[in-house]
């Protein structure tokens, strides 16, 4: 077996088909055809089932490719730490943030990250979840993860600041009236919250027990700019993150007491490279609580 099959068969799973994956990775299709035949012959599986829509891994290969994705994750970062100067660095960066943290400061250590590395690539996904987070960290696909701290948080995270939650009402809330809306004057308010799940979802409930609230779920999303906007519609209310409310909502949200707030932690692999380490100080340098954005907009 080769990285290069493996980096087929990966490439496979995502296109649905050998010609697509070809294509893409500037391979003739034959030659690709015959490294999988062979990837298959020498593990002595089938990876791949033909259906109507194309291709799609079997169980057997999905657990497979599960493990090459950590194989060619792992043999990327080797090349770019090799290849690595003071002025150029080359390679993937693969990052994980959890949904709805670090929203507005994470866009800008990137910039920042690319203007100093501008061949490194970035791949930035989201995640709702801290168990599967820990998971990604644990199994080394992860470059860095960004994330709400937690009782299973590792002891060697670094603490990036505190990421405070606001309530999201509709125009003409009577709430609005306030700078600071007080959590039990929020009784019998309808809520759009988030996947069970989700931290954020953990988050609320937390702070619905802790306030002796009763929720009346009206939603669920996936999204935070989801929340937002149908908070603002009158839909109900809801607790982001600040850094999480779009552009052009500000005028509806309002910090609430008691306040409610979340450190932020970055999680590095072990034997972090100097993508990592610069992404780390970037992130270390933004803002992380602004008391100014907490000001009723007239």
């Known amino acids: 077996m080769s990285l290069r099959q493996f980096e087929y068969a990966l490439a496979v799973a995502e296109e649905g088909s050998v010609t697509a994956a070809a294509e893409r990775l500037n391979v003739a299709q ?5 490294q999988i035949r062979s990837l298959e012959r020498e593990l002595g ?65 990137l910039s920042a990250l690319r203007r100093r590395f501008p061949r ?4 930035v996904f989201e995640e709702p979840s801290s168990a599967e987070l820990e998971r990604l960290c644990r199994r080394g696909v992860l470059d860095l993860a960004l994330m709400a701290a937690c009782e299973q948080s590792p002891d ?3 603490h990036l600041g505190d990421e405070e939650f606001v309530v999201v009402l509709r125009s003409g809330h009577r709430l609005l009236a306030a700078d600071r ?7 019998g308010e309808p809520w ?16 619905l027990r802790d306030n002796e609230l009763t929720p009346a ?11 937002v906007r149908w908070a603002a519609h009158g839909l109900g209310v809801t607790l982001v993150p600040a850094s999480a409310v779009p552009h052009g909502y500000e005028r509806l949200v309002r910090p609430v007491f008691p306040a409610v707030s979340q450190p932020v932690i970055a999680v590095v692999r072990p034997g972090a490279g ?17 008391s100014a954005f907490f000001s009723p907009v007239s």
């Open 181 to 187: 809306v007080e959590l039990r004057e929020l009784e």
């Open 156 to 158: 060697d995270a670094h």
């Open 30 to 34: 034959p030659s690709m055809s015959q």
């Open 274 to 290: 100097p993508a990592e380490t610069a992404l780390l100080e970037l992130l270390r340098q933004e803002t992380w609580h602004d």
């Open 45 to 109: 599986v089938k990876l791949f089932a033909r259906t109507p829509t194309g291709l799609v891994p079997t169980v057997v290969g999905r657990a497979f490719l599960r493990e090459a994705e950590v194989a060619v994750r792992a043999s990327r970062r080797a090349r770019a730490t090799a290849r690595a100067h003071a002025d150029e660095l080359v390679g993937e960066l693969v990052v994980a943030v959890q949904m709805g943290f670090g929203t507005r400061q994470l866009p800008g250590a």
């Open 192 to 207: 759009v919250r988030f996947d069970r799940d989700s931290a954020l979802d953990g988050v609320l409930l937390n702070v």
């Open 217 to 227: 779920t009206v939603a669920r999303v996936s999204q935070t700019a989801t929340a």
């Open 120 to 123: 490194l690539e970035v791949t």
